[in-house]
T-cell receptor
Framework: QKEVEQNSGPLSVPEGAIASLNCTYS??????FFWYRQYSGKSPELIMF????GDKEDGRFTAQLNKASQYVSLLIRDSQPSDSATYLC????????????FGKGTKLSVKP | DTEVTQTPKHLVMGMTNKKSLKCEQH?????MYWYKQKAKKPPELMFV???????INESVPSRFSPECPNSSLLNLHLHALQPEDSALYLC????????????????FGEGSRLTVL
């Protein structure tokens, strides 16, 4: 069974710190990985996607992928209270069909 | 602001009612999705339409009936639902269907929150 695992948290960090969110997946054949942010009562919105081993940076966000370890992470630098949300890791098991399996999400709280 | 519009935002229905959820997008995306999300749980895929044809049905009970009248519109018809079907129903679209690694990049609507009494 294909699974995506995340620590549900809550993860609490002070404002200005680095928040580190982690995700593991079960299917070694998975090729693309997504981080979605979901504010309470709102719909998910895409933060980043990654499909090559290594790091990918976009502003304050860095996604990291290690396919050998089946591990994906998201780093948020200079965390702001507005980053407080649930972060969903999603793995595309459907190839070009975009069939995502979501992890349960990590709730991040950034304290002023 | 999301460019995927869902109506109604809230719906309360009895177990014998028939109702529909509606989703619209005018971004020219050729794939549209229905996801179900229960409280404090991740979204779960229900259906995918690509080029107006049903491509994926994740073994959803027949009391949920999807319809894609055209490339911009997606409906979810509801009949004889159970209280455990109460959830947030999310519609999403994607321009990346059948386009490799970005195929999981979805644009979500705000959702329709359904309560079944």
């Amino acid at each position: 069974q294909k699974e995506v695992e995340q620590n549900s948290g809550p993860l609490s960090v002070p404002e200005g710190a680095i928040a580190s969110l982690n995700c593991t997946y079960s299917d070694r054949g998975s090729q693309s990985f997504f981080w979605y942010r979901q504010y309470s009562g709102k719909s998910p919105e895409l933060i980043m996607f990654i499909y090559s081993n290594g790091d990918k940076e976009d502003g304050r966000f860095t996604a990291q992928l290690n396919k050998a370890s089946q591990y994906v992470s998201l780093l948020i630098r200079d965390s702001q209270p507005s980053d407080s949300a649930t972060y969903l890791c999603a793995v595309n098991y459907g190839g070009s069909q975009g069939n995502l399996i979501f992890g349960k999400g990590t709730k991040l709280s950034v304290k002023p | 602001d999301t460019e995927v519009t869902q109506t109604p935002k809230h719906l309360v229905m009895g177990m014998t009612n028939k109702k529909s959820l509606k989703c619209e997008q005018h971004m020219g995306h050729r794939a549209m999705y229905w996801y179900k999300q229960k409280a404090k749980k991740p979204p779960e895929l229900m259906f995918v339409y690509s080029y107006e044809k049903l491509s994926i049905n994740e073994s959803v009970p027949s009391r949920f009936s999807p319809e894609c009248p055209n490339s911009s519109l997606l409906n979810l018809h509801l009949h004889a639902l159970q209280p455990e079907d109460s959830a947030l129903y999310l519609c999403a679209s994607s321009p990346y269907w059948d386009r490799g690694f970005r195929a999981g990049e979805l644009f979500f609507g705000e959702g329709s929150r359904l309560t079944v009494l």
